[in-house]
């Protein structure tokens, strides 16, 4: 009966590993290797070779199990290879991130910015998902968003004025991407969140220090602070002109959101059952959910994530949507580690950071030693 078992997990997971195969999961990439017995070659789960047929293909936990029985790393992919070969139109697609930055109150149609660029507009829509995660649209859409912002802290700018002075044809146009990047109206945004009421928390934890908000749609900022003097100024300087209170009931979105962080450094952390309510770009979020995605007690590089994300030279882009999370330990940013181990910068300080991975990897410790 046990051996019966054993060899339905491993069925289970060799089933498991050939859709990763066939999905081309980039997020596979190092957990396992598939060989090819018809061309002798061994590949990563995201090659984008075209798939052989299953009884074709042989699956090894390592690339030097593969090579030990006789395949040759795969020219295309190239398991072998340890960092990312540089993206050879990197230069070409920051020059066009550039042009559309410094025009994002002009409407750009593909074919312009292909012609531009002196490539056809099918490689530059791959390109710059490749380096920037996001396409030519969407990074123009973000910047445009954000010229806005910039026009609508100017006192004599009227709302109208700055909708058409960035580039929005229409305040509709405005209004479609103002729930997704701005958490609110145009008009709510001028008057700097007036009328808007955050709720807000502190606490102690093992952590020190803690700020939680919240609006009417879910959790807005958790922050951590030497006092609350300085947790509450930077919640001001965060939502100038937002209706701020006060509130110390334990129930509701703060209660459960404190008391998550509290837990955080348990070996029974709390899962986190409430929503957010949070500005992000296309890409922010695309990083942010990769951080969410990153399971407890393991760690990435910058480098490492933007692969997994598909934008491998996009490293610095990564780190700044890391260095944007509102959301500490929610958005899990300090699960990102130098390649070399270290540490590196964080938000809330790095012994914040170095106390909470310890935590997350002293569970998986204490079963090592149990087995």
Same mark, same amino acid.
């Given at each position: 009966?046990?051996?019966?078992?054993?060899?339905?997990?491993?069925?289970?997971?060799?089933?498991?590993?050939?859709?990763?195969?066939?999905?081309?999961?980039?997020?596979?990439?190092?957990?396992?290797?598939?060989?090819?017995?018809?061309?002798?070659?061994?590949?990563?789960?995201?090659?984008?070779?075209?798939?052989?047929?299953?009884?074709?293909?042989?699956?090894?936990?390592?690339?030097?199990?593969?090579?030990?029985?006789?395949?040759?790393?795969?020219?295309?992919?190239?398991?072998?290879?340890?960092?990312?070969?540089?993206?050879?139109?990197?230069?070409?697609?920051?020059?066009?991130?550039?042009?559309?930055?410094?025009?994002?109150?002009?409407?750009?149609?593909?074919?312009?910015?292909?012609?531009?660029?002196?490539?056809?507009?099918?490689?530059?829509?791959?390109?710059?998902?490749?380096?920037?995660?996001?396409?030519?649209?969407?990074?123009?859409?973000?910047?445009?968003?954000?010229?806005?912002?910039?026009?609508?802290?100017?006192?004599?700018?009227?709302?109208?004025?700055?909708?058409?002075?960035?580039?929005?044809?229409?305040?509709?146009?405005?209004?479609?991407?103002?729930?997704?990047?701005?958490?609110?109206?145009?008009?709510?945004?001028?008057?700097?969140?007036?009328?808007?009421?955050?709720?807000?928390?502190?606490?102690?934890?093992?952590?020190?220090?803690?700020?939680?908000?919240?609006?009417?749609?879910?959790?807005?900022?958790?922050?951590?602070?030497?006092?609350?003097?300085?947790?509450?100024?930077?919640?001001?300087?965060?939502?100038?002109?937002?209706?701020?209170?006060?509130?110390?009931? =334990?129930?509701?979105?703060?209660?459960? #959101?404190? +008391?998550? %962080? @509290?837990?955080?450094?348990?070996?029974? /952390?709390? &899962?986190?059952?409430?929503?957010?309510?949070?500005?992000?770009?296309?890409?922010?979020?695309?990083?942010?959910?990769?951080?969410?995605?990153?399971?407890?007690?393991?760690?990435?590089?910058?480098?490492?994530?933007? =692969?997994?994300?598909?934008?491998?030279? #996009?490293? +610095?882009? %990564? @780190?700044?949507?890391?260095?944007?999370? /509102?959301? &500490?330990?929610?958005?899990?940013?300090?699960?990102?580690?130098?390649?070399?181990?270290?540490?590196?910068?964080?938000?809330?300080?790095?012994?914040?950071?170095?106390?909470?991975?310890?935590?997350?990897?002293?569970?998986?410790?204490?079963?090592?030693?149990?087995?």
């Amino acid at each position: 009966m046990e051996m019966t078992a054993i060899k339905n997990h491993s069925a289970s997971n060799t089933g498991r590993r050939w859709q990763q195969v066939l999905q081309r999961d980039a997020k596979a990439d190092g957990q396992f290797y598939y060989a090819v017995r018809s061309t002798g070659v061994v590949c990563k789960p995201s090659c984008p070779s075209r798939r052989p047929a299953r009884e074709n293909v042989q699956f090894f936990s390592t690339l030097a199990d593969a090579v030990e029985a006789g395949y040759r790393a795969c020219l295309r992919c190239e398991p072998d290879r340890t960092s990312p070969r540089p993206d050879p139109q990197a230069d070409l697609v920051t020059e066009i991130a550039e042009h559309l930055r410094g025009h994002a109150d002009e409407s750009q149609t593909m074919s312009q910015l292909a012609q531009k660029a002196g490539v056809d507009r099918l490689t530059l829509m791959r390109a710059f998902r490749r380096v920037f995660g996001v396409s030519p649209a969407q990074y123009a859409r973000a910047q445009r968003m954000e010229n806005f912002k910039h026009k609508m802290r100017r006192p004599a700018m009227t709302v109208t004025d700055a909708i058409y002075d960035a580039g929005f044809g229409s305040s509709s146009r405005l209004y479609e991407k103002s729930n997704a990047q701005l958490g609110m109206t145009p008009r709510e945004m001028k008057s700097g969140a007036k009328g808007i009421t955050v709720k807000y928390a502190t606490a102690s934890c093992p952590l020190g220090r803690m700020l939680v908000a919240a609006t009417e749609k879910g959790i807005c900022s958790i922050t951590f602070g030497e006092d609350d003097m300085e947790l509450k100024a930077l919640l001001l300087a965060t939502f100038p002109s937002a209706n701020l209170v006060a509130d110390s009931r =334990t129930d509701g979105w703060l209660g459960e #959101a404190i +008391r998550f %962080v @509290a837990s955080q450094t348990t070996e029974h /952390p709390l &899962a986190a059952t409430f929503p957010l309510d949070v500005r992000a770009t296309a890409f922010q979020q695309r990083v942010w959910n990769a951080l969410k995605a990153i399971p407890r007690g393991e760690t990435r590089t910058y480098s490492g994530l933007a =692969t997994e994300l598909g934008s491998p030279t #996009a490293t +610095r882009a %990564v @780190a700044g949507a890391c260095a944007a999370n /509102p959301v &500490a330990i929610v958005v899990p940013c300090h699960r990102i580690i130098g390649k070399d181990g270290s540490l590196t910068g964080y938000r809330w300080g790095t012994e914040r950071k170095r106390r909470l991975l310890e935590a997350e990897k002293l569970p998986q410790k204490r079963r090592r030693q149990l087995q």
